[in-house]
């Protein structure tokens, strides 16, 4: 017994995830390595501390809490996002598996908790939120077309441009649908492979057929290694 208890805490002791056992009265009964590393606190401070001395909990949700709880109740492990606030102040953003601890009789012991920090993955969507929220709202007609020219994303300025009212009615259509001279669209996308960019005037096509001039640039998207993503186009009547 006292070999496969010394295993376990050799395999907590390397694994990525931050590992915190409690006892039943809320108390650290032990943490690894990589909760010393997360929380900056050695195990020896506070181990037989309450839990309180590695962090604090804010629940994303006010729900969340008693969501915690009742699954716990009901089936000992509950897994979510919480915030919680270092002793020094730091405030990072948790995946969190909450379980159970039981002995051979099945009387709880403690809780254990496997917490990975997603700080930089939340920042990370925050950011990509914002950029989307941005193009959306823009005033030039923006869109995205992949490398076989069919539609894969337009903004609202664009759907009042172009005369569609939803998104989804225009997306997987090709970008000729936009073009009001197939031979001028032919040339800009020769001149946009060659260049990488365009940009001028041309007449654009509504979804009734009428035409109207606008000026449009083009870009190709490229991702870290220079490979096409997808070209955008932006465009004012």
């Not at 208890?5 to 995830?17: G, H, I, M, T």
């Not at 009789?105 to 403690?110: A, D, I, L, P, Q």
């Not at 197939?182 to 260049?195: T, W």
């Not at 220079?226 to 186009?233: A, E, K, Q, S, V």
Request: charged content about 30%; overall charge negative.
């Amino acid at each position: 017994a006292e070999e496969q208890l010394r295993l376990q805490a050799q395999v907590l002791s390397q694994v990525e995830d931050a590992v915190i056992a409690v006892d039943t009265g809320g108390r650290i009964t032990y943490t690894n390595q990589a909760a010393e590393r997360l929380y900056g606190v050695p195990a020896g401070e506070v181990f037989g501390r309450p839990e309180t001395e590695l962090f604090t909990r804010r629940w994303a949700d006010p729900g969340d809490e008693r969501e915690a709880w009742d699954a716990l109740q009901a089936s000992g492990t509950w897994r979510g996002v919480a915030v919680h606030r270092k002793r020094d102040g730091e405030a990072i953003f948790a995946d969190e598996t909450i379980g159970t601890l039981n002995d051979d009789s099945g009387r709880r012991t403690g809780t254990l908790y496997s917490i990975r920090d997603i700080t930089r993955q939340k920042h990370a969507e925050l950011e990509l939120r914002i950029k989307d929220m941005a193009i959306a709202s823009a005033l030039e007609a923006i869109s995205l077309s992949d490398r076989d020219r069919k539609i894969i994303y337009v903004n609202r300025a664009f759907l009042a441009m172009h005369g569609w009212e939803r998104e989804e009615d225009i997306v997987g259509q090709n970008i000729s649908v936009l073009w009001a001279d197939p031979e001028e669209q032919k040339r800009v996308s020769e001149e946009l492979v060659r260049n990488g960019a365009w940009s001028g005037e041309m007449r654009g096509r509504r979804k009734d057929g009428s035409t109207f001039p606008m000026q449009l640039a083009l870009s190709i998207v490229t991702d870290e290694a220079g490979r096409w993503i997808c070209t955008m186009g932006s465009g004012i009547d």
